[in-house]
């Protein structure tokens, strides 16, 4: 069903941000403005939490956390970025493959599977969007993805 993006997003940064026990700092850059996307809460609820978690995972003590959407190409393009130890240029795409992990030493300290983001990337093509990343060794990591998104909850009346 339909739900308004902006409430959606923040309901979700917020549980979040009650919960974390990182001294790491969520920035939001959400518009005002409504965007209401034609999704299954559930199956999206588990996409951001898992880009959170890993930007939570990857973040130093004392960093920043930014939130935000935009409109491209008619479609939403939401961000999740953090200041982390960011991931090789060799492996940017690899993220999102199953059971892929950057670094053996790395994924044994930090616990986890290696399947979040490909049922991330599974759940977002499965709605119409794609999801990709830009990282840079050293500085920080961004994930982007897509969702359709109508003006009106209605979806389309004429
Ligand atoms: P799971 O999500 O199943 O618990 P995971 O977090 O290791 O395990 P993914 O979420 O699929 O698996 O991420 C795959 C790999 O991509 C991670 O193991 C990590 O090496 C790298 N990665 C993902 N997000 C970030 C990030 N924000 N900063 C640095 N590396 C990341
Ligand atoms: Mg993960």
Do not use: C
Request: hydrophobic fraction near 40%; glycine fraction near 10%; avoid cysteine.
């Amino acid at each position: 069903g339909f739900v308004e993006f902006n409430k959606f997003f923040t309901q979700i940064i917020d549980r979040f941000e009650m919960s974390k026990s990182q001294n790491v700092e969520f920035i939001r850059l959400l518009p005002e403005k409504s965007y209401f996307v034609d999704i299954d809460t559930d199956k999206l609820t588990q996409v951001i939490d898992n880009i959170i978690s890993n930007a939570l995972k990857y973040s130093p003590d004392g960093g920043y956390i930014r939130f935000g959407f935009t409109v491209h190409d008619n479609m939403l393009r939401v961000m999740i970025s953090d200041d982390g130890m960011g991931i090789p240029k060799e492996n940017v795409a690899r993220i999102f493959d199953r059971f892929y992990r950057v670094d053996r030493a790395r994924a044994r300290s930090m616990g986890g599977t290696g399947l979040g983001l490909a049922i991330a990337r599974e759940m977002i093509e499965a709605h119409g969007g794609k999801i990709w990343a830009e990282s840079e060794e050293g500085q920080g990591t961004t994930i982007f993805f897509t969702l359709p998104y109508e003006l009106d909850e209605a979806g389309d009346w004429e």
